[in-house]
Protein backbone atom coordinates (compact mmCIF):
# COMPACT_ATOMS: atom_id res chain seq x y z
CA UNK A 1 0.00 0.00 0.00
CA UNK A 2 1.15 3.10 -0.55
CA UNK A 3 2.35 5.46 2.11
CA UNK A 4 0.52 9.52 2.43
CA UNK A 5 3.45 11.63 1.76
CA UNK A 6 2.48 14.00 4.68
CA UNK A 7 1.08 11.74 8.03
CA UNK A 8 2.85 8.71 6.23
CA UNK A 9 0.05 6.28 6.72
CA UNK A 10 -1.14 3.79 4.43
CA UNK A 11 -4.48 4.18 2.55
CA UNK A 12 -5.87 2.97 -0.50
CA UNK A 13 -4.79 3.31 -4.29
CA UNK A 14 -6.14 6.21 -5.92
CA UNK A 15 -4.70 9.16 -4.74
CA UNK A 16 -1.24 10.28 -6.13
CA UNK A 17 1.01 11.08 -3.12
CA UNK A 18 -1.71 11.93 -0.02
CA UNK A 19 -4.59 10.08 1.99
CA UNK A 20 -6.73 12.67 2.86
CA UNK A 21 -7.90 16.35 1.64
CA UNK A 22 -6.17 17.98 4.42
CA UNK A 23 -2.94 15.89 4.04
CA UNK A 24 -3.31 17.67 0.40
CA UNK A 25 -3.82 21.08 1.27
CA UNK A 26 -0.74 20.75 3.56
CA UNK A 27 1.01 19.40 0.74
CA UNK A 28 0.48 22.38 -1.75
CA UNK A 29 1.12 24.64 1.42
CA UNK A 30 4.48 23.39 1.71
CA UNK A 31 5.23 23.31 -2.09
CA UNK A 32 4.44 26.76 -2.28
CA UNK A 33 6.62 27.85 0.35
CA UNK A 34 9.56 26.18 -0.63
CA UNK A 35 9.10 26.86 -4.31
CA UNK A 36 6.85 30.14 -4.26
CA UNK A 37 3.39 30.86 -5.41
CA UNK A 38 3.95 31.33 -9.11
CA UNK A 39 5.91 29.50 -11.72
CA UNK A 40 7.14 30.95 -15.13
CA UNK A 41 5.65 28.59 -17.61
CA UNK A 42 6.87 29.23 -21.36
CA UNK A 43 4.70 28.31 -23.94
CA UNK A 44 7.33 26.16 -26.30
CA UNK A 45 5.71 27.12 -29.90
CA UNK A 46 5.83 30.73 -29.09
CA UNK A 47 8.22 31.28 -26.25
CA UNK A 48 5.82 33.75 -24.41
CA UNK A 49 6.02 33.59 -20.62
CA UNK A 50 3.09 33.03 -18.22
CA UNK A 51 2.58 33.80 -14.80
CA UNK A 52 1.14 30.46 -13.32
CA UNK A 53 -0.17 29.80 -9.65
CA UNK A 54 2.19 26.40 -8.17
CA UNK A 55 -1.43 25.22 -6.96
CA UNK A 56 -3.18 24.96 -10.54
CA UNK A 57 -0.04 22.93 -11.83
CA UNK A 58 -0.26 20.20 -8.81
CA UNK A 59 -4.19 20.03 -9.30
CA UNK A 60 -5.49 20.30 -12.52
CA UNK A 61 -1.63 20.25 -14.88
CA UNK A 62 -1.16 22.37 -17.44
CA UNK A 63 -1.89 21.97 -21.12
CA UNK A 64 -0.24 24.61 -23.63
CA UNK A 65 -3.57 25.23 -24.77
CA UNK A 66 -4.60 26.27 -21.08
CA UNK A 67 -1.86 28.93 -20.77
CA UNK A 68 -3.86 31.87 -22.73
CA UNK A 69 -6.40 32.00 -18.98
CA UNK A 70 -3.20 33.42 -17.14
CA UNK A 71 -1.59 36.72 -17.26
CA UNK A 72 2.02 37.24 -19.17
CA UNK A 73 5.29 36.81 -17.02
CA UNK A 74 6.02 40.62 -16.73
CA UNK A 75 10.37 41.29 -16.08
CA UNK A 76 8.91 43.16 -12.70
CA UNK A 77 7.84 39.04 -11.38
CA UNK A 78 11.45 38.02 -12.10
Do not use: N
Request: net charge neutral; glycine share 6%; proline share 4%.
Amino acid sequence: MPKCFICHGEYESGRELTCSDECHAELVRRLIARFGEFKKVVRQSTGIAYKVPIRDIIEKGIREQDLDQYPLWEKAYA
